[in-house]
């Protein structure tokens, strides 16, 4: 068992884990998956929509603190960003972000230990979902590479980003599932990268939140552990 395991807040899910177990047998399980550094990585990051953020710069718009959440939560291409935050580009501008979207699409790969992770949860009839902001050219590369996965929480088709708790409840309700950590609600683990995210913002809404760090420093150092964790608890 990982050494994290001794945090107060994971023991507590787990203990009402083994309680619940000793009184019926559970029938619902899901594990949720972070997508940008916990299932799959950008072999080569351009940053287009930076880009063309930086483009907007250059023609005197000021940075707006929802930059992000407007690319992040809407189904806007390049160009019809630029349009949304009013930046003029020139086709030759435009080709070149598209160029360099089409780049860095090309370069997501899945993370070693993520497709078997995925493997084994699915194996053992786990509920396997994916929960993520990101813009939207991105999901469809992550359907592509995960295709069979029971729910897929977007924040660009979903209109919200984490750790908003709609996101979290939108992507359980996709897997059939509540988002709790007892017999009643069903067990829901999540796992990724961010330690607010991922961990703590879950944790405090009823589910069971991990944080995935590959250099040891969170609950798990990989996916393989996490998934065993979950089927010995299955």
Not at 48 to 65: S, Y
Request: charged share 20%.
């Amino acid at each position: 068992m990982p050494q994290a395991f001794l945090h107060e807040g994971v023991l507590r899910c787990f203990c009402s884990f083994l309680k619940a177990t000793q009184d019926a047998q559970m029938t619902i399980a899901a594990a949720v998956f972070d997508a940008f550094g916990t299932l799959v990585e950008i072999q080569r990051p351009t940053h287009p929509f930076r880009q063309l953020i930086q483009e907007g710069r250059r023609q005197g718009r000021k940075h707006q603190p929802d930059d992000l959440r407007v690319i992040m939560t809407h189904q806007l291409s390049l160009a019809e960003a630029a349009s949304a935050f009013g930046i003029s580009v020139t086709a030759d501008t435009l080709g070149r972000l598209e160029q360099s979207l089409e780049n860095e699409l090309a370069s997501i790969r899945p993370l070693p230990d993520a497709l078997r992770a995925v493997e084994m949860l699915q194996a053992a009839a786990v509920r396997v979902g994916v929960c993520s902001n990101l813009a939207s050219p991105y999901g469809p590369v992550i359907r592509q590479i995960f295709p069979y996965l029971n729910g897929y929480g977007f924040s660009y088709q979903l209109s919200v980003m984490k750790p908003d708790p709609a996101i979290y409840r939108a992507t359980c309700e996709q897997l059939g599932v509540n988002l709790g950590c007892d017999e009643a609600e069903g067990r829901v683990f999540m796992v990724g990268d961010s330690a607010r995210c991922d961990r703590d913002d879950p944790r405090q809404l009823g589910g069971c939140g991990f944080l995935l760090h590959r250099g040891g420093k969170g609950d798990f150092s990989n996916l393989l552990d996490f998934a065993q964790a979950v089927l010995e608890r299955e």
